[in-house]
């Protein structure tokens, strides 16, 4: 070796570089000033594809190497030399056994190669040289190159190391993010209130989608009980059979990478949420199907974000305590005969109290109207100014239809916006005028939709609320801020 190509050489083994692709150019550029004549190039063995790809090269034209031309791995030079199967300095390449399956350059006439060899003993790759002309290399080239591949197999490790240092300082924080969300989950479910909205905020942040959706079994559908990322009414899902059922009936992550195409997603719910890719996380309890928490990506992707899957999983556990607490809530509150907030009649009290009014209608035979009201935009109120706001809201607005009533009436809060008023010795014409009136001293310059329904001396009186409910739905879907007579 000469004294310029041994300075070249320590100067490249005591250099920095950028990046282990300017590691290799700058060695691929040394050695083209020693071996002018040859082709050289940087080469991976790529064992778990059977592919022998070339990364860079000089000089290659001539015998057809070229920047990531692929080859079979074993129709390669490399490979037996990699494996010792063959000698790295092979002057007459055509004659040594170990290269007889070579068939991809067959005008190389000489042959020099050493292999990238990591810390581990993995040999990933080859910095080599192929010659025309028989003869061509001597033993001190064979020590430059193996001097030179070092520095490569040096670099190559330092850049793996990085690289995986920064996946694992981003798969910490992303642990960290995700463990902060699930935090705010556990804080929610100790305070008492419906984490099932805090489920949802967390689900979106930990797997930077932009909307999620809890949904929960209500007879043969899922309805949707929380939301974040979205406005819009109440989602009702009916699984059917394998074109939508598995995604609501797995026990495992269910993910759908176009959720444009996919029955599991009805148009109007992909219309309203932009949605490219879903994810169906079920919610588990007594490994039984409790809900499912539907996480929307707005871009399509292939599959989930990386690390988000038992993050997930985790989250979807705390879902169901949270499912827990609120079917817990709904039945305390079911036992209630006083509405917390409001002060009004609770609706077991409306439920206990309507059969008997209608008793009473029916020994004397005077009229009776049931009434259902319901506060128009709630959900967005609560959006723009708060739950809080919305809380005060209820409260006024049950004050100032109390103050509208007759002592006798019962005025009682459903759930949510919506209440029940029974109006005894009061036919249907009588009880629209006085739903008008309530729906008129609606606060803060609010709206109420109602259905009002006189009892026709027969049906039950979970009937007759149905009716109501009915003409509430209609007055909705009418535009809202209307009262609509049941049928």
């Not at 960290?176 to 804080?187: E, F, H, I, L, S």
């Amino acid at each position: 070796m000469d004294v310029g190509a041994i300075k070249a050489a320590a100067a490249a083994s005591a250099a920095s570089y950028r990046s282990f692709a300017d590691a290799t150019r700058s060695v691929l550029d040394l050695l083209e000033r020693v071996l002018p004549d040859c082709a050289l190039y940087l080469s991976h063995l790529d064992r778990a594809h059977a592919v022998h790809r070339i990364v860079d090269t000089r000089g290659g034209a001539e015998l057809g190497l070229r920047s990531n031309f692929a080859t079979p791995l074993r129709e390669s030079y490399d490979l037996p030399m990699a494996e010792d199967r063959a000698p790295r300095l092979a002057n007459d390449a055509a004659s040594e056994p170990g290269y007889a399956e070579v068939g991809t350059l067959p005008r190389a006439g000489a042959y020099l190669g050493v292999p990238l060899e990591l810390s581990d003993g993995a040999r990933v790759g080859a910095l080599a040289a192929l010659s025309v002309q028989p003869g061509r290399f001597r033993a001190d080239d064979e020590q430059l190159f193996t001097m030179l591949a070092r520095v490569l197999a040096y670099e190559l490790e330092r850049e793996s190391n990085e690289r995986d240092l920064r996946r694992m300082n981003d798969s910490l924080r992303d642990h960290a993010r995700g463990m902060g969300a699930v935090g705010r989950v556990v804080r929610s479910l100790s305070g008492g209130g419906d984490a099932r909205q805090a489920v949802c905020r967390a689900a979106c942040e930990l797997a930077f989608a932009p909307v999620a959706f809890l949904l929960e079994p209500s007879g043969r559908e899922f309805v949707s009980t929380a939301m974040s990322g979205v406005n819009m009414p109440q989602v009702t899902i009916l699984p059917r059979g394998e074109t939508t059922g598995r995604a609501f009936t797995a026990r495992e992550s269910y993910f759908v990478a176009d959720a444009r195409r996919h029955p599991a997603l009805a148009q109007p719910l992909v219309e309203a949420t932009q949605a490219r890719s879903a994810l169906f996380e079920p919610v588990l309890r007594d490994g039984q199907v409790a809900g499912v928490l539907i996480v929307i990506w707005q871009t399509p992707s292939d599959a989930p974000p990386d690390g988000t899957a038992g993050m997930l999983r985790l989250l979807a556990g705390q879902a169901a305590v949270a499912i827990e607490h609120a079917g817990l809530r709904a039945r305390m509150e079911s036992l209630a005969l006083t509405d917390e907030l409001t002060g009004l009649a609770a609706r077991r009290v409306f439920a206990d109290e309507l059969p008997r009014e209608l008793a009473r209608a029916r020994r004397s035979e005077d009229p009776v109207s049931v009434a259902v009201l319901d506060l128009d935009h709630l959900g967005a109120f609560n959006l723009l100014r708060g739950e809080a706001e919305g809380d005060r809201l209820i409260k006024e607005t049950a004050a100032l239809w109390r103050n509208e009533l007759r002592e006798v009436d019962t005025l009682a809060r459903l759930e949510g916006g919506s209440f029940a008023v029974i109006l005894p010795s009061c036919g249907l014409g009588e009880a629209i005028d006085v739903v008008d009136r309530l729906r008129g001293a609606t606060p803060r310059a609010q709206t109420a939709s109602a259905g009002v329904g006189r009892w026709d001396g027969e049906e039950p009186a979970e009937l007759l609320q149905l009716r109501c409910e009915g003409a509430v739905t209609a007055a909705k879907q009418a535009g809202r801020n209307l009262t609509v007579a049941a049928d």
